[in-house]
């Protein structure tokens, strides 16, 4: 699988997350540069795209689910998700 198919299905997985925050009325804001990052963190020639799916659900669902569960959107209707000193960051 190459790496451009890999963003892809990221997108697309990413795309199904946006749906299901809209209807908590959150608009998800993503950058490219977090497609890139998830995609290269993820990529295992043997494994395909199944690395993908986990590193989404650990680097962006749970930390949105976190903060959902803090009441840290309660004022706020985007979240944003950027590369902030290399990592990626949920606001």
Known sequence: MEFNE????ARIHLKNLQNRLIKK???????????HELVKA???I?????????IIQKEIETKIA???LENNYLNK???NVSIKRGK????
């Open 6 to 9: 890999l963003e892809e299905i």
């Open 25 to 35: 009325d959150l608009i998800l804001q993503i950058t490219d540069d977090v497609i």
């Open 42 to 44: 993820s990529f295992d």
């Open 46 to 54: 043997n494994y395909g795209a199944r690395p993908l799916r986990r």
């Open 66 to 68: 976190n903060n959902i």
């Open 77 to 79: 209707k985007e979240i």
């Open 88 to 91: 990626i960051s949920v606001d």
